[in-house]
T-cell receptor, first 113, second 114 residues
Framework: DQQVKQNSPSLSVQEGRISILNCDYT??????FLWYKKYPAEGPTFLIS?????DKNEDGRFTVFLNKSAKHLSLHIVPSQPGDSAVYFC????????????FGGGTRLMVKP | DADVTQTPRNRITKTGKRIMLECSQT?????MYWYRQDPGLGLRLIYY???????NKGEISDGYSVSRQAQAKFSLSLESAIPNQTALYFC?????????????FGSGTQLSVL
């Protein structure tokens, strides 16, 4: 069973509006969470991360929120731009487990001009 | 030039054939990984290596083997390819350290097994 789930395979948003991508996890041992962004024909690239000791991390237009009690994290993109159109993967890691990440299935974001 | 280079970019092969996917990196990282991506399943770890003499199985290692020929090179082999190994394969690297290091991915190899 997948320990990290992204229940929305796709999301369509108008340029300038907010994009909210969601991710749920089941393993309470996860202590570090990351978002990766993937364009077609390219490998995933790191976007933003958050440690379990925080509930929010912000980097420019991107903010990740973590709700540990709900085992839920979300990525907010404000304002959304057409160049943000990509597949977004959330990933989680257990401390002291090397750097092995468990990935969600991905959400394809389409930002319409 | 790409920091993490995978060859080939695309490969079509037949059931039962042996194939090798290659990965080289110029980032100077000790840690290297092989993942496969399937639609809806995200990326799943096949094998990883923390240095030249270290090889570890990941979540889905059956049917695969790896070789860490040097710090910069990590190859993935399918000894006898089968159709359900059709997937997008990614090599990745990371630094050694506290464990919060980011993964850096290659551009991927699309493998089709007929």
């Amino acid at each position: 069973d997948q320990q990290v789930k992204q229940n929305s395979p796709s999301l369509s948003v108008q340029e300038g509006r907010i994009s909210i991508l969601n991710c749920d996890y089941t393993n309470s041992m996860f202590d570090y969470f990351l978002w990766y962004k993937k364009y077609p024909a390219e490998g995933p690239t790191f976007l933003i991360s958050i440690s379990s000791i925080k509930d929010k991390n912000e980097d420019g237009r991107f903010t990740v929120f973590l709700n540990k009690s709900a085992k839920h994290l979300s990525l907010h993109i404000v304002p959304s731009q057409p160049g943000d159109s990509a597949v977004y993967f959330c990933a989680a890691r257990i401390n002291n487990a090397g750097n092995m990440l468990t990935f969600g299935g991905g959400t394809r974001l389409m930002v319409k001009p | 030039d790409a920091d993490v280079t995978q060859t080939p970019r695309n490969r079509i092969t037949k059931t039962g054939k042996r194939i090798m996917l290659e990965c080289s990196q110029t980032k100077g990282h000790d840690r290297m990984y092989w993942y496969r991506q399937d639609p809806g399943l995200g990326l799943r770890l096949i094998y990883y290596s923390f240095d030249v003499k270290d090889i570890n199985k990941g979540e889905i290692s059956d049917g695969y083997s790896v070789s860490r020929q040097a710090q910069a090179k990590f190859s993935l082999s399918l000894e006898s390819a089968i159709p359900n190994q059709t997937a997008l394969y990614f090599c990745a690297t990371s630094e050694s350290g506290t464990g919060n290091e980011k993964l850096f991915f290659g551009s991927g190899t699309q493998l089709s097994v007929l």
